[in-house]
């Protein structure tokens, strides 16, 4: 058997005429649809009903065991509004009760009632859907309804009306900035930046990292973690650092009289830097080490890390200043020295890995929270 099904999902048969739903036979269906466009001569779902009479009629001369119904939703969510013409359709379905597979002719009016289709579908096969609208506003009820799905979504709205905001706003911030004598390039400029930025931010998938990051900061600042202080220091002594090293490079190009080979430069940077980030690589690791020891995390071994740190920045300066020549602010190594300073970074890094070792199997340790 054949249902053609007439699709209602925001209820205006049942709230401007009154009709219960669901509607079943074509007589029904027909005064239904007289009155609903007594009611509202406007409303596209007059030509839904009458569509589906017509469809019944044809089928019907055609000799096909055909029943026409109209079912309705609510006027509200499309979620509530598919559920209720869901339990309409079971109605439907229960009052035919003619023992034959029922197959259905879904008749709607434009593109919102179409994402009842899946309902309709769990209960019954579709064999088919018609889309009934007025001749001269073809496809305006679907571009109209995509646009308010578009503006719907928060993520979307804010990807779309953001920038087209700031662009309608370009000429008339213009206007304002001249009538205070400041350079119309210049926030146009501002303005171009800012939706560049934005799109960019957009597009990389940017606001999951940020919100994150803002997050993790949130949470350092609540629970009072000395890294969050360790760490700005170790910034900031890691600048000092890059500006040492590039004065070294200066200093070195000053003292020979000529241009530096590229192995000259990177090992006067190195020279100039390598004190500062030793000091900030131990300054970042006793603060790490201090709120593992105030989490009730504290291992012996974590003691290590400084030790390293002090170690890898002695090798590094001794190295690098093998290198170099005599001159103001470079420590000048020869051969002699410099093995003593690999060897003094490798004692450090042994004697400590040793001595914490031994002082991790003699004495407790924090158990993790």
Not at 14 to 26: A, L, Q, S, Y
Request: net charge negative; glycine share 10%.
């Amino acid at each position: 058997m054949l249902l053609v099904l007439c699709v209602d999902l925001d209820d205006d048969l049942g709230r401007k005429t009154g009709i219960p739903t669901p509607v079943i036979g074509d007589e029904d269906v027909t005064e239904a649809a007289v009155a609903l466009a007594t009611a509202d001569p406007e409303d596209s779902d007059v030509n839904v009903l009458f569509q589906g009479v017509n469809v019944h009629d044809e089928l019907a001369a055609e000799g096909e065991a055909v029943e026409v119904a109209a079912v309705t939703g609510v006027d509200g969510p499309d979620v509530k509004a598919n559920r209720a013409v869901g339990q309409e359709v079971d109605r439907v379905l229960a009052e035919l009760s003619t023992g034959e597979e029922v197959s259905a002719v879904v008749i709607t009016d434009g593109a919102q009632d179409e994402s009842v289709l899946p309902v309709i579908r769990s209960r019954m096969p579709i064999d088919g859907m018609r889309r009934v609208v007025v001749r001269q506003a073809q496809d305006l009820e679907s571009l109209y309804y995509t646009i308010k799905q578009v503006l719907a979504d928060p993520e979307t709205r804010g990807t779309i009306l953001i920038p087209l905001g700031v662009l309608l706003l370009i000429y008339p911030l213009v206007v304002v900035a001249n009538l205070f004598d400041v350079a119309g390039a210049a926030v146009l400029g501002i303005l171009s930046g800012a939706v560049g930025l934005y799109s960019l931010f957009r597009g990389l998938g940017l606001e999951e990292s940020v919100d994150g990051a803002a997050e993790s900061v949130r949470n350092v600042l609540y629970t009072g973690r000395v890294t969050l202080v360790t760490y700005v220091v170790a910034l900031a002594l890691i600048v000092v650092g890059g500006v040492q090293g590039v004065d070294t490079v200066d200093t070195v190009r000053t003292a020979l009289g000529s241009p530096l080979a590229a192995g000259t430069a990177l090992a006067a940077f190195v020279h100039g830097f390598v004190q500062w980030l030793g000091v900030a690589g131990v300054t970042s690791s006793l603060g790490q080490i201090t709120d593992e020891y105030l989490a009730g995390r504290f291992r012996w071994r974590y003691l290590n890390a400084p030790f390293y740190v002090a170690s890898i920045a002695v090798v590094l300066f001794a190295v690098s200043g093998f290198f170099l020549p005599d001159a103001p602010g470079v420590t000048a190594l020869g051969l002699s020295e410099l093995a003593l300073a690999l060897a003094a970074g490798t004692l450090i890094g042994v004697l400590s890995t040793l001595a914490f070792a031994v002082a991790e199997s003699q004495l407790p340790s924090a158990e993790p929270v």
